[in-house]
């Protein structure tokens, strides 16, 4: 299955900035995900990215809050837009595996304050 | 969109005795379904899954679960438990031919001495 690198790993964010969290993928994939992942709570699918083409929001989530970026077939970004405590959280991304699933990264653990 | 339920929130239990996660899913038609693990701070790593075939699949570090479509229930067991089990443990469920995983809330599992 793919291996995906994902950074930064965690970071402190001031509110009112913005984050870009990387996605790199060692194989080549049509679609990446990213998935936001609350204290506590299970994830949600915050959007698709296919290259080539704008990214697809899940309901509840924007693109001015949360553009992403899909320049090639290997990597995407994600960013988090004028960021309150709200937006603290784990933010992954994912790809289909090989045979069946999907792999997940490691994950970009975010805290603002 | 699928719903899943984890019955189960917390779930202590002792090194060495089985334990049972539940999990149920709301949907009528044809689904993948999927086990992940979040061990403390880290990313989900897939433990296991089912896309057809037989019902009972099992994971390399002695984890099974049971397709059950009457019920449309997705259990997973272990017989004996280590304390390297301790993690949370997602249910997540994708209808065939739709990308988009549904995750349950998540079940803690803690293993004592």
């Known amino acids: 299955s793919a291996v995906i690198s994902q950074k930064p790993s965690r970071d402190i964010c001031q509110r009112g900035t913005s984050l870009t969290i990387q996605c790199q993928v060692d194989?080549?994939?049509?679609?990446m995900f990213w998935y936001r992942q609350q204290p506590g709570q299970s994830l949600t699918l915050i959007a698709t990215?296919?290259?080539?083409?704008?990214?697809?929001?899940e309901s509840g989530f924007v693109i001015d809050k949360f553009p992403i970026s899909r320049p090639n077939l290997t990597f995407s970004t994600l960013t988090v837009s004028n960021m309150s405590p709200e937006d603290s959280s784990i933010y992954l991304c994912?790809?289909?595996?090989?045979?069946?699933?999907?792999?997940f990264g490691s994950g970009t653990r975010l805290t603002v304050v | 969109a699928q719903s899943v339920t984890q019955l189960d929130s917390q779930v202590p239990v002792f090194e060495e005795a089985p334990v049972e996660l539940r999990c149920n899913y709301s949907?009528?038609?044809?689904?993948?379904l999927f086990w992940y693990v979040q061990y403390p701070n880290q990313g989900l790593q897939l433990l296991l899954k089912?896309?057809?075939?037989?019902?009972l699949v099992e994971s390399i570090n002695g984890f099974e679960a049971e397709f059950n479509k009457s019920q449309t229930s997705f259990h997973l067991r272990k017989p004996s438990v280590h304390i390297s089990d301790t993690a949370e443990y997602f249910c997540?469920?994708?209808?065939?031919?739709?990308?988009?995983?549904?995750f349950g809330a998540g079940t803690t599992v803690t293993v004592r001495a």
């Open positions: 994912s790809v289909e595996a090989t045979g069946g699933g999907y792999t």
């Open positions: 194989s080549q994939v049509t679609m």
């Open positions: 990215a296919n290259q080539g083409s704008e990214a697809t929001y």
């Open positions: 949907s009528s038609v044809s689904v993948y």
């Open positions: 089912y896309l057809s075939g037989s019902t």
């Open positions: 997540a469920v994708s209808q065939i031919n739709d990308y988009k995983l549904s």
